[in-house]
Structures are given as C-alpha cells and as structure tokens.
C-alpha cells in the first residue's frame, strides 16, 4: 500500500503551537544558552542603545541645525527632530526586520538545510514559516522596543502614545518580517544580498523620511505613497503627535495585509522548494 506524505496543510490544528514552539527552541537556545550566541546578541544589544542615540544627536544638532526648525505635515505643525524621529524608527523597524528575516532564513534554510531536516518530522510548512517569523519579530522588536525607550526619555514621545508607538513597531517588524522570508526563496545567491540592499536604500530615500512627501513631484508622491515604509513612517508619526485619526487605520490596514499577503507567498515558495 502506498503512503502519502503530507505537506501539513491537514495537520490538527492543536498540534500547530507546539509545533512552533519546537521550530523556535534551537533558535532561543543558540541565542540566550551557547556563548557565542550570548556575544553576538549582547553587541545588538548595545547597537541597539546605541543607534537612537546618534541618530537623535546627528539629526537634532547636525541636520537639525541646517533646516527649518517648524515643519507642517497632514494639518500638523512640529519642530523638524519631532517630524524625523518616528521616521529613523520606522527605518529602523524596516532595516532590522529586512535584514534578520532575509539573512538569517537564507543562512538557515540555504546554506545550514534546517528546515529541511525539520520537514521530515510532522512539522509543517507552516508551522516552519511562522516559527521563524515570530522569532524575527520577537528580536527586532525587542531592539525596536529600546529605540522607542530612548524617544521617550529624550521627551520626544509621551508614555502613553509611546506605548502605542512600540505595538506599532511590533506590526510594522511582523509586516517587513514576512516580506523578508518570502525575499530570501527568491535569492540565487550571496551577491543577491546587494538587491535588496539597493530596495531599502531606495525606500528610505523616497518614503517622506526626511521632508513630507507633499513636497514631491506628483508622480513621485505616488510612488512615495504606495511603498510599505511611507505606511510605517506616517503610522509612527501620527502615534507620536498623539494624531489617531482614520488615516492611521489606513496605514495599519495596509501593513496588515503586507503580512498575510508575505505569509502566504513565503510559505508556498519554501513549500515548493522543500517538497521539489
């Protein structure tokens, strides 16, 4: 008689939390128990403190200085460091989030083949995918939780609205997060790594980062508005300014979508490539 292996899809759903758990338990282990992963976490870390930091000093003291001190954007009017600062944690969010998602899955399926030892076992495709974006998000928004911190003690956030900034974070890792999974199936090799460098660079210069977008061109402003990271930026910018208006569910909205929509690519590229 013949036996059918199945890809998971019908896997009982109460089995499908354990199964997470037990993709995400060598990654907690090598992080917080081996040494080197303690090392190589514990200088994160301290990037982490350390980039708010100099962001705030080089933007508030350097670019600050240079620019027009009161800026107006969607009605509300702010001193530039207010306006740019929820931006550089949006970039933040997008940069760690792209980054630890798109290497490290890379590293870990490509060149280490973890999920694919994992697949013989009952565990899902599923299940795989979304063990490792929740640890993806899990770290970066312990970093982002930090730069978050640093607004708030430098008076640019109040407690509250920074709390609802650090969810935001949360969601904005999870959106970028999942994109970063399906991006790294689509990588031949190492020096595929320069594209999507290339794509961030081009969504931090071009997403309202540093002036509102109202200040484009039209059809840039198009551009500008239809990119993930002007969706995140206006969405931490308006938690900051205490601006909870319809729009932000626009630009939740958006983001939220971004992660299904990346969950469902990721999981049926690393499905076909497992099972090929």
């Known amino acids: 008689m013949a036996t059918v292996v199945s890809t998971g899809s019908a896997a009982p759903d109460r089995a499908f939390p354990v199964h997470v758990l037990t993709v995400l338990e060598p990654m907690f282990v090598f992080t917080f128990k081996h040494r080197r992963g303690v090392t190589l976490f514990s200088a994160i870390w301290l990037s982490a403190v350390l980039e708010p930091v ?38 933040s969010c997008m940069s760690g989030a792209i980054s630890a998602s798109v290497f490290s899955f890379y590293t870990r399926h490509k060149q280490h ?59 904005i890792n999870a959106a970028f997060s999942a994109v970063g999974i399906g991006l790294a199936m689509l990588l031949r090799g190492w020096q595929d790594f320069d594209i999507v460098t290339v794509g961030q ?63 469902v690519f990721a999981t049926r590229r690393v499905d076909a490539d497992l099972h090929a």
């Open 54 to 91: 100099l962001y705030l000093l080089a933007l508030g003291l350097g670019v600050g200085s240079l620019v027009n001190r009161r800026i107006t954007t969607d009605g509300q009017t702010m001193n530039y460091l207010h306006f740019v600062s929820p931006a550089m944690l949006a970039v």
């Open 113 to 171: 083949g973890m999920f694919r030892m994992i697949s013989t076992t009952s565990i899902t495709t599923r299940e795989i995918v979304v063990g490792d974006w929740l640890w993806e998000i899990l770290r970066v928004s312990m970093l982002s939780g930090i730069f978050v911190i640093v607004l708030a003690l430098a008076g640019l956030v109040g407690i509250g609205n920074a709390v609802v900034a650090f969810a935001a974070t949360v969601l």
């Open 201 to 263: 660079t081009v969504l931090f210069l071009f997403s309202g980062t540093f002036f509102p977008v109202s200040q484009y061109p039209s059809w840039a402003q198009v551009f500008a508005e239809l990119t993930p990271l002007y969706h995140a930026i206006e969405l931490l910018r308006g938690i900051t300014v205490g601006d909870y208006g319809t729009g932000m569910l626009v630009h939740a909205g958006y983001l939220v979508l971004m992660t299904a929509a990346g969950l």
